[in-house]
T-cell receptor
Framework: GDSVTQMEGPVTLSEEAFLTINCTYT??????LFWYVQYPGEGLQLLLK?????DKGSNKGFEATYRKETTSFHLEKGSVQVSDSAVYFC???????????FGTGTRLTIIP | EAGVAQSPRYKIIEKRQSVAFWCNPI?????LYWYQQILGQGPKLLIQ????????DSQLPKDRFSAERLKGVDSTLKIQPAKLEDSAVYLC??????????FGPGTRLTVL
């Protein structure tokens, strides 16, 4: 079945540091890939997505590129802020089936 | 536009008791999902509705969990009787179609 493997956390960085959170997936078809973010006390929010190979999703300074050859969708940001502290989830959905399969989440803490 | 509403936000019960959660999706969204998020894990789909019909309930523990979506709008998820391992956050999400889901704030259930 489908699965998503995320970089183990928690991750602690200083403000303005470069961020990478690794995500790899296993899927039988051609999935869409997502990053969701959960800020403290809030629900899951879609951060970005990509629907086909080599697509780049971007939002709020975050980027992730759909790499079919390495089955990866790593999340990156060039300069993190304290407000980026949250839990980040990588997820996929198969074409024609909207249900999401999530990774275990990575807790990110940014210190000033 | 109002988001996905859930209630209650928190619930504490003893094992073997019953509990029900309510979800009101975004107006016009035909698809509704219930996810279970155990601490330290990613959300796991319990059930998916399309209007008032069940699309996928393959991971719903049907001996104790039930869900309904009356008139294709609001939905209720029930657990009867609850076990300790049911302690989790229960997330409701809705979608107008396609691959983007909108999540509610969740209900945190603690079973003692």
């Amino acid at each position: 079945g489908d699965s998503v493997t995320q970089m183990e956390g928690p991750v602690t960085l200083s403000e303005e540091a470069f961020l990478t959170i690794n995500c790899t997936y296993t899927a039988t078809g051609y999935p869409s890939l997502f990053w969701y973010v959960q800020y403290p006390g809030e629900g899951l929010q879609l951060l970005l997505k990509a629907t086909k190979a080599d697509d780049k999703g971007s939002n709020k300074g975050f980027e992730a590129t759909y790499r079919k050859e390495t089955t990866s969708f790593h999340l990156e940001k060039g300069s993190v802020q304290v407000s980026d502290s949250a839990v980040y989830f990588c997820a996929l959905s198969e074409f024609g089936n909207e249900k999401l399969t999530f990774g275990t989440g990575t807790r990110l803490t940014i210190i000033p | 536009e109002a988001g996905v509403a859930q209630s209650p936000r928190y619930k504490i019960i003893e094992k073997r008791q019953s509990v029900a959660f309510w979800c009101n999706p975004i107006s016009g969204h035909a698809t509704l999902y219930w996810y279970q998020q155990i601490l330290g894990q990613g959300p796991k789909l319990l059930i998916q509705f399309q209007n008032n019909g069940v699309v996928d309930d393959s991971q719903l523990p049907k001996d104790r969990f039930s869900a309904e979506r009356l008139k294709g709008v609001d939905s209720t998820l029930k657990i009867q009787p609850a076990k300790l391992e049911d302690s989790a956050v229960y997330l409701c999400a809705s979608s107008p179609g396609g691959d983007t889901q909108y999540f509610g704030p969740g209900t945190r259930l603690t079973v003692l």
